[in-house]
């Protein structure tokens, strides 16, 4: 889902957007003329490699998600809450679930398996 920029709302509105089984759920509002809060959280499943035996498991998300989003360029000791900037006027929903997916995916994550050996692991070390 996108929504033009200039359109958030000035109330926070309800926000539901679902892309690849993931959704944000939460509130938007334009918070000054070029920031928007986001208030949300980021719920559902998602694909996750365990990175010591490389098996995928499937985990459940549950994330809060607060952030401001700015159609330009802040620089960042103006603020000290995160400030993503949007292209081209809009914001995109699904970039957004996109991306945090993404950062999801590359934390370090070890399946049970390979937890319930934790000790022999670090024992070689
Ligand atoms: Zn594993």
Sequence with gaps: MKIEFKKAPQTPKELEVEF??????????????????????LIGNTDIDCCRCGITDNIELDEKLDFLLSDRIIK????????????????DFDEIIQGELEAIKSDYHICEQCSQNNDDFEKEF
Excluded: P, R
């Design 20 to 41: 690849n089984s993931v959704k944000i759920v939460g509130t938007f509002c334009k918070i000054s003329q070029s920031l928007v809060k986001i208030d949300a959280k």
């Design 76 to 91: 960042n000791d103006e603020s000290e809450d995160l400030v993503i900037e949007i292209e081209n006027g809009l914001i």
